[in-house]
């Protein structure tokens, strides 16, 4: 065996790194942060590069000083200048709300080129959904872009394999469900809402969740469809959205006002104004002219 083969990876020593730079700006010492778990002379040879520690241990020394997996990922990722799945969310998010077409197009293009450079059957898989994913976004504000069949049958295929479904998950589907075969998406919005979910409590995931299945009623009610329409409605207003989701639910005030004006009812659209004027006397510009 090569002496100067690396007994660790640089991504594996990185953890250690980031890790201290958290600690001490967190304000706590080697002994506070080591606690219970591991020696304080483990948790220095850790934080200076010269070992790794086990997955459990880490997660409850990173419980020690107060950290999430959520801050911890998003620096290590920027350590590696990797783009944050959180931050590429928020990224494409402010994009499309100010109907930025040229950020859209060139995230949507900054992953075809990674599509395209990938080798290995396990990034191509990523790639290929982050893409998909961009394209359908982007659809939104330039209908030049489209799913095309192959793509959609690979994220169905997908979406149907899943045992589990996470925060990813279920924000593609809520993001691409125009393109998607209505039967598909209302089985597929059934497995996603299904109370058996481990993570469908998680709080960002159950506000995924909402987010994903408001969009979907209104590709319903779009499409003529208010059967299923008004059966997501009721979901929503069984599951009760907390008041700190008050977005989400003053949206499903304006998608239940919506429905109600398309199957009949006059008296809906004095609903929709208002949530109209409320939006624009909060300065939510973008949303209120959408």
Not at 180 to 196: G, T
Not at 200 to 217: E, G
Not at 234 to 251: A, G, P, R
Request: glycine share 4%; aromatic share 14%.
């Amino acid at each position: 065996m090569d002496k100067k083969t690396k007994k660790y990876s640089e991504e594996e020593l990185a953890i250690g790194i980031i890790f201290k730079e958290f600690r001490i700006s967190k304000g706590f010492s080697q002994l506070e942060a080591a606690g219970n778990e591991i020696s304080v002379t483990h948790l220095s040879n850790f934080e200076n590069g010269k070992t790794v520690i086990s997955t459990n241990h880490f997660l409850n020394i990173l419980q020690n000083i107060n950290v999430n997996m959520f801050e911890f990922q998003n620096s290590l990722n920027q350590y590696f200048q990797k783009k944050d799945l959180l931050l590429f969310n928020i990224e494409m998010a402010d994009a499309f709300a100010e109907k930025n077409v040229s950020k859209l197009r060139m995230i949507t293009e900054e992953l075809h080129k990674k599509l395209e450079i990938s080798s290995t059957i396990s990034t191509t898989k990523k790639y290929r959904l982050d893409y998909i994913r961009a394209k359908s976004i982007l659809s939104f504000v330039d209908s030049s872009y489209f799913l095309t069949k192959s793509e959609i049958t690979f994220l169905e295929n997908y979406l149907y394999n899943l045992k589990e479904w996470g925060q990813y998950d279920i924000a593609i589907l809520g993001q691409c469900a125009q393109f998607l075969d209505f039967i598909h998406l209302i089985e597929l919005s059934d497995r996603m809402i299904n109370p058996s979910q481990n993570s469908i409590n998680i709080p960002y995931v159950k506000q995924a969740i909402i987010q994903t299945v408001l969009n979907i009623i209104n590709i319903f009610v779009d499409a003529g469809l208010y059967t299923p329409a008004r059966k997501f409605i009721k979901y929503l207003e069984n599951i009760k959205i907390n008041d700190n989701y008050m977005f989400e639910k003053f949206t499903l005030v304006y998608n239940t006002a919506r429905y109600n004006y398309k199957i009949g009812d006059e008296g809906a659209l004095a609903v929709m104004n208002d949530c109209r004027k409320a939006l624009e006397f909060c300065k939510c510009f973008n949303t209120s002219n959408w």
